[in-house]
T-cell receptor, first 114, second 117 residues
Framework: DQQVKQNSPSLSVQEGRISILNCDYT??????FLWYKKYPAEGPTFLISISSIKDKNEDGRFTVFLNKSAKHLSLHIVPSQPGDSAVYFCAASVRQGGSEKLVFGKGTKLTVNP | EPEVTQTPSHQVTQMGQEVILRCVPISNHLYFYWYRQILGQKVEFLVSFYNNEISEKSEIFDDQFSVERPDGSNFTLKIRSTKLEDSAMYFCASRGRGSGSRINEQFFGPGTRLTVL
């Protein structure tokens, strides 16, 4: 049951360039989407979120884009920094009338090379 | 910045034993969650808890699992009789309520690594 899919297990970019992490979902009931970053031996750290009524949300170097018709979202990091190297999880939830449990993708390991 | 804490960081137990994993959510949060991540797999939802009762649970959360908020600050996950397949990282999360960009998000603890032998 892969309601949230991250098809790229890994991504490598040069410092200063843009990192683009992609996520697809299948459940049209999802109305809220989040990105978490995870370092080894730590819990997921909240990065940025977007409601389904929006198509873009920006926070500093991080921007999330949502394409509802394609059931696709992406996280852009620009400029990428070596400290951004981590596993990035896409997550989705049903906020209206739901328990707001998070459904996670499998994650994409981002490596930013100096 | 306030954070979710979890103890112990690592728990080793024998199959069939009971374990209790402890969490201290962020103090003004109202919603509490447990998730787990088996090595190499995705983070999976176990249970959500609000107003002193379970609001939703997954298929994984069978009769061997229970949650409790015993004293208004701690939030515990008990596994009554552990199985080998319960070996995983267990993450606690909490969420507030209200307006603002971050208060409504789930914040995760560092996790407890449970190893069942």
């Amino acid at each position: 049951d892969q309601q949230v899919k991250q098809n790229s297990p890994s991504l490598s970019v040069q410092e200063g360039r843009i990192s683009i992490l992609n996520c697809d979902y299948t459940n049209s009931m999802f109305d809220y989407f989040l990105w978490y970053k995870k370092y080894p031996a730590e819990g997921p750290t909240f990065l940025i979120s977007i409601s389904s009524i929006k198509d873009k949300n920006e926070d500093g170097r991080f921007t999330v884009f949502l394409n509802k018709s394609a059931k696709h979202l992406s996280l852009h990091i620009v400029p990428s920094q070596p400290g951004d190297s981590a596993v990035y999880f896409c997550a989705a939830s049903v906020r209206q009338g739901g328990s707001e449990k998070l459904v996670f993708g499998k994650g994409t390991k981002l490596t930013v090379n100096p | 910045e306030p954070e979710v804490t979890q103890t112990p960081s690592h728990q080793v137990t024998q199959m069939g034993q009971e374990v209790i994993l402890r969490c201290v959510p962020i103090s003004n949060h109202l919603y509490f969650y447990w998730y787990r991540q088996i090595l190499g797999q995705k983070v999976e939802f176990l249970v959500s808890f609000y107003n002193n009762e379970i609001s939703e649970k997954s298929e994984i959360f069978d009769d061997q699992f229970s949650v409790e908020r015993p004293d208004g600050s701690n939030f515990t996950l008990k596994i009554r009789s552990t199985k080998l397949e319960d070996s995983a990282m267990y993450f606690c999360a909490s969420r507030g309520r209200g307006s603002g960009s971050r208060i409504n998000e789930q914040f995760f603890g560092p996790g407890t690594r449970l190893t069942v032998l």
